[in-house]
């Protein structure tokens, strides 16, 4: 055995003994989790019209055929609509973003150009991050980053331009909160979403939005508490706000992260800098003791209607599947956003076709070949195992 038997009873002491540094924490966790029930309150469910939108995952749709390497970049409603599709080849500069929103360009990403536009800046000029696809070992991240970034243009496109007949909730997955854009630019973005949502609002029709996460700091960092105290153990839906001194405590991040307009302070130019428009809530949409619990972000400026919120989420909530009591629209966009092995197949034909058009039938051939007959062999047949 990797451990020998003489030493498991001084891993166990050192071990034990590292943990009494840790029990102080527990204790603090356990009080926030009592001060966390106490401000527990019941659900009540609205009716609602629930869209939410997904970007098919960037690991699951990554192309290649060495040394190409493609990153597509696809957005789909919950109704099964593309609201944007891109694909980021492995070599690309950090300029080719900046093609994304030129008119008349074939690259074109509508709701990307749309926010540029509104914003008044170019791609690279919404973060930093970007400019990492040229750097080794860095673009991946902006890959993500970018990902990102498209999936936040395609939301304010639903709340700005999308036209809605009935009240309805845009439903994020992930919190309200990103770390992709610069500080000077994501309050401007806030800004125009609060206008696009009172332009709705003076229409009669309210257009909420709000992000729901599978996980958070804050909920893997209080989980045990929360059991423990049983703070979510009822038998009907309930929700809680997480005070602001109990979220900090959780997060190593800086102030930013937590930060939102109503709660930050302009600097001396009178700009504010702050990466979230969401306040945190901790939301069990199930009607038993033991049903999962979600970290929900409500938009900063719909405080005060966050009751109504949730009871719109819980209503689209509780007929989830295949995940239970989680939304049903996000499923539902995730459904449709999959690209499954049979499509993928099919990318990679295409992908193999735009490589070898230029070669000669000889070259073609050789290339084939390699394809399918220089294989490992051995990973297939032990992976089909």
């Known amino acids: 055995m990797a451990l020998a038997e003489n030493n498991i009873e001084e891993i166990k002491k050192r071990i ?109 000029g919404l973060s930093y991050l970007l400019k990492g696809i040229e ?76 992000g729901v996460a599978k996980q958070s700091a804050v909920l893997s960092r209080l989980a045990m508490a929360l059991e423990l105290e049983g703070t979510f153990h009822k038998s009907y839906p309930c929700y809680v706000q997480v005070p602001s001194d109990i979220e900090e405590d959780c997060y190593n991040f800086d102030r930013t992260w937590l930060e939102t307009y109503e709660t930050s302070q302009p600097d001396e130019n009178g700009s504010y800098r702050y990466q979230s428009m969401g306040t945190l809530f901790l939301v069990k949409f199930g009607d038993r003791p033991f049903d999962p619990v979600w970290p929900v972000d409500i938009a900063a400026w719909q405080i005060d209607e966050a009751e109504k919120i949730i009871g719109q989420l819980t209503e689209d909530a509780q007929p989830g599947f295949p995940i239970p009591d989680f939304p049903m629209c996000v499923q539902k966009a995730h459904d449709y956003a999959k690209v499954n092995g049979l499509e993928m197949d099919v990318l990679q034909d295409i992908l193999f076709e735009g490589i070898t058009k230029d070669l000669t039938p000889e070259e073609r051939e050789r290339v084939l070949r390699m394809k399918y007959l220089g294989r490992n062999l051995t990973n297939i047949r032990y992976k089909n195992a």
């Open 16 to 124: 034990d003994d590292a943990y009494k540094n840790e029990d102080p924490h527990l204790q603090k966790f356990r009080e926030y989790a009592r001060r966390l029930k106490n401000g527990i309150k019941p659900i009540r469910k609205y009716s609602v019209n629930a869209v939410s939108f997904v970007s098919s995952d960037g690991g699951d749709n990554r192309l290649h055929f060495n040394p190409a390497v493609i990153e597509l970049v696809r957005v789909v409603d919950s109704k099964g609509n593309q609201c944007a599709l891109d694909a980021i080849a492995g070599n690309s500069k950090a300029s080719d973003f900046n093609e994304r929103v030129k008119t008349g360009n074939t690259l074109l990403v509508e709701p990307l150009k749309k926010l540029c536009d509104d914003l008044q800046v170019d791609v690279l």
């Open 135 to 210: 750097e080794p070992g860095k673009s991946t991240g902006a890959v993500r980053v970018y990902r990102d970034i498209v999936e936040w243009a395609v939301l304010y496109d639903l709340m700005k331009y999308r036209e809605w007949g009935s009240d309805t909730i845009i439903v994020r997955e992930g919190l309200l909160r990103t770390k992709s854009f610069k500080l000077t630019v994501f309050p401007k973005l806030d800004q125009l979403i609060r206008q696009a949502h009172q332009a709705h609002k003076n229409k009669l029709i309210s257009v909420s939005m709000v």
